[in-house]
């Protein structure tokens, strides 16, 4: 029940920065998991950074210390904010958030489009 869309990918040097976005229309009720993943060609799906309704971070170990996700409740949106960047962190990078509770079971588990995200070598 709610949409995610990304935005901010693209084409960039190695060492260089870029900020994703997603912005979350529709409504997020906790508890929840927000954050982003992503998955190059012939790759598993990983997990890349999210956070939790109690504002808890979690950070595969690649990027700790140089990407970071937030919340920017402003502008409704979660950002994953990417420094020095590696040609390996080429990939599709996906927004998703879970939500809510079905039992033992996340009622929602929402998914954006994808953006890609390319680090020349």
């Known amino acids: 029940q709610v949409q995610l869309v ?12 870029l900020r994703l976005s997603c912005a979350v229309s529709g409504t997020i009720f906790a508890p929840a998991v927000m954050g982003w993943y992503r998955q190059a060609p012939g790759k598993r799906r990983e997990l890349v ?5 109690g504002g808890r971070t979690n950070y595969a ?4 210390g140089r990407f970071a996700v937030s919340l920017d409740s402003a502008k409704n949106t979660v950002d994953l904010n ?3 960047l590696k040609p390996e ?7 998703n ?11 929602y588990d929402e ?10 070598s």
């Open 61 to 64: 170990d690649s990027v700790k």
């Open 6 to 17: 990304e935005s901010g990918g693209g084409l960039v040097q190695p060492g260089g920065s």
């Open 89 to 95: 962190d080429t990939a599709v990078y996906y927004c």
């Open 49 to 53: 950074a999210d956070r939790t309704s």
């Open 111 to 120: 998914w954006g489009q994808g953006t890609q995200v390319t680090v020349s």
């Open 97 to 107: 958030v879970k939500m809510g509770t079905f039992g033992s079971k996340w009622r």
């Open 82 to 84: 990417m420094n020095d």
